[in-house]
């Protein structure tokens, strides 16, 4: 069964920083294109951050410098690093994963990240 589980979500101030994690099981995690979303009441998902395969990465704009994406695929698991943390960036934070040979998309259930004084 493939299953994707996020965590280090939290409550942090502003400026402060949370490293998210995303365990990945019963896929191929080294050749998957692994992304990092996020979702507000009231608002589109959002994706927040990108890596293919081989390591090339892209960022929204709106976290471009703060946050930083990347994946250990010998622990078959992705990360979302997030410094400078604001309230805007409030949210439920969603690792997936995409075979674009097959089209096959999977998802995590999420973590929340809650930015407040």
């Known amino acids: 069964q493939v299953r994707l589980v996020e965590s280090g979500g939290g409550l942090v101030q502003p400026g402060g920083s949370l490293r998210l994690s995303c365990a990945a099981s019963?896929?191929?995690?080294?050749?998957?294109?692994m992304n990092w979303h996020r979702q507000t009441p009231g608002k589109q998902r959002e994706l927040v951050a990108s890596?293919?395969?081989?390591?090339?990465?892209n960022y929204a704009n709106s976290v471009k410098g703060r946050f930083t994406i990347s994946r250990d695929n010998a622990k078959n698991t992705g990360f979302l690093q997030m410094n400078g943390l604001q309230p805007e960036d409030t949210a439920v934070y969603f690792c997936?994963?995409?075979?674009?040979?097959?089209?096959?998309?999977?998802w995590g259930q999420g973590t929340q990240v809650t930015v407040s004084s």
């Open positions: 890596i293919t395969s081989d390591g090339n990465t």
């Open positions: 997936d994963a995409y075979y674009s040979m097959t089209g096959w998309h999977y």
């Open positions: 019963g896929l191929t995690f080294n050749i998957a294109h």
